[in-house]
């Protein structure tokens, strides 16, 4: 599983607003057709890389929404031959503390040992894109603790 915990100075309400809004999780994560609807399909449109057999599509589903406090969708890529395969789940939990938010994301049903590659590349992109990219987007840069398990 990967695993972070970030810190935001902003309220719950705007980091809950990156993490549901189609433009403005394309600016910090990939292009994508979100609408936050419980069972909603969504795509997110990376580069394809055709070495790992990667067409650029992550397909999602949302199986879980608790407005302004947590978000849990499907993650899936590949059509199981290649080496980009992915069938996993991305939880958002999102905590009020000091006056800002904690955000913790849990990336789970990845084979750390089966996919060591993707897995740690998959591991740096969430920290680059959330920390680094979101918090560029919110002219901060967050607090953070990594676990990787």
């Known amino acids: 599983m990967i695993k972070y915990n970030w810190f935001f100075e902003q309220p ?3 980091v809950w607003k990156y993490l549901t809004t189609s433009e403005l999780m394309a ?3 990939m292009k994508n057709d979100f609408e936050l609807e419980l ?11 055709p070495d790992l057999d990667f ?21 899936k890529s590949g059509d199981g031959g290649g080496k980009m ?9 999102l905590i009020p503390k000091n006056g800002g938010t904690e955000l ?3 990336h789970s049903g990845l084979e ?13 992109g969430w920290d680059e894109n959330v ?6 987007l919110f002219n901060i840069n967050p607090h953070h603790e990594t676990t990787g398990n």
């Not at 929404?65 to 947590?70: A, F, G, M, S």
């Not at 750390?112 to 740096?124: G, H």
Request: proline residues 3%; charged residues 25%.
């Open 12 to 14: 719950l309400e705007t």
């Open 27 to 29: 600016q910090w994560l």
């Open 39 to 49: 069972g909603r399909k969504f795509m997110f449109k990376a580069n394809p890389h």
């Open 55 to 75: 067409d650029g599509n992550v397909y999602c589903e949302i199986l879980e929404i608790d407005p302004v406090k947590k978000l849990v969708y499907s993650w």
């Open 85 to 93: 395969n992915v069938d996993s789940i991305v939880t958002w939990i």
């Open 104 to 106: 913790i994301l849990e």
């Open 112 to 124: 750390e040992l089966k996919n060591a590659m993707l897995f740690q590349a998959m591991n740096k």
């Open 131 to 136: 920390r680094v990219k979101m918090g560029n």
